[in-house]
C-alpha cells in the first residue's frame, strides 16, 4: 500500500525527480512509482489512428449539408412563407431532422400556419346543416303575456277603472272642457251639428215608433180575427138539438140560428 | 491575439458561412476528434460516424461558442456527451466488448520485426481491455491525457473539474490499469504474461 505521497507530489505537480527521490525511500511508493512508468510507457507507444482523406472531405461539405440552430430560427420562419432556396430547405429538412428543438419550433408555426387558413372537418358540413334549420322560438322574457288571459285582462282593466275613479277623472269634463275652449265660430259650428244630430235622431226614433204601432195594430187585428175563428169553430163541432125537420129531401129546411149567426158576421 | 481569440475570431467566421475558416477548423481538430470517437468505439467504421456526428454537432452549437475557454476543450466536452450517449446506447455490447487485432492495428506502428509487432500487439489489447474494466471517470481522463494528449487545463474544462481532481484521478487510473494487468497475469498464469512484460519492461 503506498503512503499516498507519490500522489501528493503527482497532483501538485512536482518533477519525476522529487518522486523518484520519495520512491527510493519508500519500498510501497517505489512499486507504484513503478506501475505509474509502465502505463505510460505502454500508452507512449500507441500512435493516435489516421482520420482518412475521404473522411476529411466529408467533415468539409457538413457547412453545405445543415444549418446552426441560429440560422435555421431564420429559415423556419421564410419556410413558412415559402420563400426559402431548395438548398437552404434541404440543409433545414436535414437540420430538423436532428434537432428536437428545431423541429419543435418548425411543427409550432407551421401549426399557427394551419390556424389562419383552417381546414374543415368531414362532419363540418352536417353540423353546419343542423346549426341552420329554424329552431323554435324563443320565449319572450317580457311580461306582457299574461295580458292575453282573460282574468288577467279583466283584472288589468278594473285596476285601470280604479286608478282612474281615485284620480278623479271624469270624461265628461274632458267635453266639457273642450267645449268652453272652443272659439265661437267654433262653438256654432258644434252646437248645429248636434242640433241636427239630435233632428235626425227624433225622426228616425218617431218612425220606428209609427212601425211600431203599425205592426201591433195588424198584430192585434189578425190575432183578434184568428182568434174568434176559433171560438166559432168550437162552438160548432158541438151537437145541435134535433128539432121537427121534415124527412123528405125536396123541402129546404129552415137554417139554425148559428148559423145565421155566423153568415150574419161574414156579411 | 490569445488562443482564445484566435479560436473565437475562427468560430465566427465559421458562423458567417466562410469555407476557409471551416477548412481551418477541420484542419485543426479533425484528426483530435477522429482519434477520441476511436478510442471510444475502436472500430473504424463507428469511429468516422461518431466523428462526423461530432463535427455536424460542432457547427450546429457554434453560437454556442463564448470565447471563455480554449476551443478544444468545448469540443472535447461536446465530443464526451456524445460518446456517452453512444455508450448509453450499446452499453451492453460495451460491457462484453472484445478487443480485435483490428481493433488496435491502426494505433500500432509497423516495424520489421514481426514478433516486436505481435508483442506490441497484445500489449495494446492488453492496455485496451484493462481500461474497459476501470472505471469510466478514470479511463477517460487516461484516454484524454496520454492516447489524445491533451493538456490537463483542456481536459479540466471539458470535464468541468478541477486541475487537482483532474491530475489525481490520472494518477488513480494508471495505479487501477497496472493493478487489472497484474490481475490478468496471475489469473492466466505466468507463462504468456511474463514474455509480454517483460518486452513492456515492467509489472513482473
Redesign the interface.
Known amino acids: 500500500m503506498s503512503c499516498q505521497e507519490l500522489?501528493r507530489l503527482?497532483?501538485t505537480?512536482a518533477s519525476d525527480l522529487e518522486g523518484r527521490v520519495h520512491a527510493e525511500s519508500c519500498p510501497a511508493c517505489a512499486a507504484?512509482d513503478?506501475?505509474?512508468?509502465?502505463?505510460?510507457?505502454?500508452?507512449?507507444?500507441?500512435?493516435?489512428?489516421?482520420?482518412?482523406s475521404v473522411?476529411?472531405e466529408?467533415?468539409?461539405t457538413?457547412?453545405a449539408?445543415?444549418?446552426?440552430?441560429?440560422s435555421a430560427g431564420f429559415l423556419i420562419a421564410a419556410a413558412v412563407e415559402e420563400e426559402v432556396e431548395p438548398a437552404n430547405r434541404r440543409r433545414l429538412v436535414f437540420?430538423l431532422s436532428?434537432?428536437k428543438a428545431c423541429a419543435e419550433a418548425s411543427e409550432t408555426l407551421g401549426t399557427a400556419r394551419e390556424l389562419v387558413a383552417p381546414q374543415p372537418a368531414p362532419w363540418f358540413a352536417g353540423r353546419m346543416a343542423a346549426s341552420t334549420s329554424p329552431k323554435p322560438q324563443p320565449v319572450p322574457r317580457v311580461g306582457w303575456r299574461w295580458l292575453l288571459n282573460p282574468k288577467g285582462a279583466i283584472a288589468f282593466a278594473y285596476a285601470a277603472a280604479l286608478i282612474l275613479m281615485l284620480t278623479g277623472f271624469n270624461p265628461a269634463d274632458l267635453a266639457r272642457k273642450a267645449r268652453t275652449e272652443l272659439p265661437q265660430e267654433a262653438k256654432v259650428v258644434v252646437a248645429g251639428a248636434e242640433s241636427t244630430l239630435a233632428d235626425r235622431a227624433g225622426a228616425w226614433g218617431e218612425r220606428v215608433l209609427r212601425a211600431g204601432l203599425i205592426v201591433r195594430s195588424r198584430a192585434f187585428g189578425y190575432g183578434r180575427a184568428a182568434l174568434s175563428n176559433v171560438v166559432q169553430l168550437v162552438l160548432k163541432s158541438e151537437p145541435a138539438p134535433a128539432r121537427g125537420r121534415p124527412t123528405s129531401g125536396g123541402e129546404k129546411s129552415a137554417p139554425s140560428k148559428n148559423e145565421s149567426t155566423i153568415e150574419t158576421w161574414r156579411a | 491575439m490569445s488562443g482564445n481569440e484566435n479560436d473565437t475570431n475562427l468560430v465566427d467566421r465559421c458562423r458567417q458561412g466562410n469555407d476557409e475558416a471551416w477548412r481551418e477548423l477541420v484542419d485543426r481538430f479533425g484528426q483530435k476528434i477522429y482519434s477520441v470517437a476511436y478510442h471510444f468505439t475502436l472500430k473504424r467504421e463507428d469511429a468516422e460516424e461518431l466523428s462526423q456526428e461530432i463535427f455536424l454537432k460542432i457547427f450546429e452549437n457554434l453560437h454556442r461558442y463564448d470565447g471563455g475557454f480554449p476551443l478544444i476543450a468545448w469540443i472535447v466536452s461536446l465530443s464526451r456527451n456524445l460518446c456517452i450517449d453512444r455508450y448509453r446506447r450499446s452499453k451492453r455490447e460495451k460491457s462484453f466488448r472484445f478487443v480485435s487485432d483490428d481493433a488496435v492495428a491502426p494505433m500500432l506502428t509497423s516495424g520489421d520485426d514481426p514478433a516486436a509487432e505481435v508483442i506490441r500487439r497484445e500489449r495494446a489489447k492488453m492496455l485496451f481491455a484493462a481500461l474497459s474494466e476501470i472505471p469510466e471517470d478514470l479511463a477517460e481522463i487516461l484516454v484524454l491525457r496520454d492516447l489524445d494528449g491533451l493538456a490537463y487545463e483542456e481536459i479540466g474544462r471539458a470535464l468541468e473539474l478541477p486541475n487537482g481532481t483532474v491530475k489525481s484521478r490520472l494518477f488513480r487510473a494508471r495505479a487501477e490499469v497496472a493493478r487489472k494487468i497484474r490481475e490478468r497475469h496471475e489469473s492466466s498464469g505466468p507463462g504468456a504474461f511474463a514474455t509480454l512484460a517483460v518486452a513492456a519492461g515492467a509489472f513482473v
Not at chain 1, 449539408?65 to 441560429?70: L, S
Request: glycine residues 4%; hydrophobic residues 40%.
Open positions: 500522489e503527482f497532483v505537480g507504484a513503478r506501475d505509474q512508468q509502465s502505463v505510460r510507457r505502454l500508452l507512449s507507444g500507441l500512435r493516435p489512428p489516421a482520420a482518412s473522411l476529411r466529408a467533415f468539409l457538413i457547412p449539408r445543415t444549418v446552426d440552430c441560429e437540420h436532428r434537432c
